[in-house]
């Protein structure tokens, strides 16, 4: 059973280019979490996702940054016009459900870096 | 609002001496929390959690977390650490809004010498 995966494990984009982040969880996991990591600190949630719906985006930025889980295929994070603030980690995380008792499962990460 | 503090941010161990990375929280009702280890440049990944019954949580390479509800402190503890164990360690807590998202501390590098 393989585990989260998101590609691309590092992406490079210039200032004002955009940047699509993808998240495939474990088999039979209906809900997604996304994490952002900046350096030497710890993970802040951005969005949380089930299948064609996101739930909680309390974490997003309100401006250039937009998440979709559609009914087929992987999750994506997007984020349009990118700006230097941006160069993080991006952890993508999955559920079986949102009972609170569930531990969530990461993927490796994708590592933006925004020259 | 749930919160989570790790007030170390680095914790130095010699190899086969018992360690301890503190986590201390504040929640509104009963708490569910975790702990993660993070290995350079990979993922998050899952050591133990408490959801309720016995304050010992036995987890993942022989770790363990005492919970402590007059102490808010959910501690990690290893008998005896390995040069392995080196790594960034969260503590976490589950938000109790609709999302039950996780909510991280700062982290604690763990750094155990030879």
């Known amino acids: 059973n393989a585990g989260v995966m998101q590609n691309p494990r590092h992406l490079v984009r210039r200032r004002g280019q955009e940047a699509r982040l993808r998240c495939s969880p474990m088999k039979g996991h209906s809900h997604v979490y996304w994490y952002r990591q900046l350096p030497e600190e710890g993970l802040k949630f951005m969005v949380y996702l089930q299948k064609e719906n996101i739930i909680d985006e309390s974490g997003m930025p309100k401006e250039r940054f937009s998440a979709e889980f559609p009914k087929e295929g992987p999750s994506i994070l997007r984020i349009q016009q990118v700006v230097r603030g941006d160069s993080a980690a991006y952890f993508c995380?999955?559920?079986?459900?949102?009972?609170?008792?569930?531990?969530?499962?990461f993927g490796p990460g994708t590592r933006l870096t925004v020259l | 609002a749930q919160s989570v503090a790790q007030p170390e941010d680095q914790v130095n161990v010699a190899e086969g001496n018992p360690l301890t990375v503190k986590c201390t929280y504040s929640?509104?009702?009963?708490?569910?929390l975790f702990w993660y280890v993070q290995y350079p440049n990979r993922g998050l990944q899952f050591l133990l959690k408490y959801i309720t019954g016995d304050n010992l949580v036995k987890g993942s390479y022989g770790f363990e977390a005492e919970f402590n509800k007059s102490q808010t402190s959910f501690h990690l503890k290893k008998p005896s650490a390995l040069v392995s164990d080196s790594a960034l360690y969260f503590c976490a807590v589950r938000g109790m809004d609709s999302s039950y998202k996780l909510i991280f501390g700062s982290g604690t590098r763990l750094l155990v010498r030879p």
């Open positions: 995380a999955s559920s079986p459900g949102a009972a609170p008792s569930n531990e969530q499962f």
């Open positions: 929640v509104s009702g009963n708490p569910y």
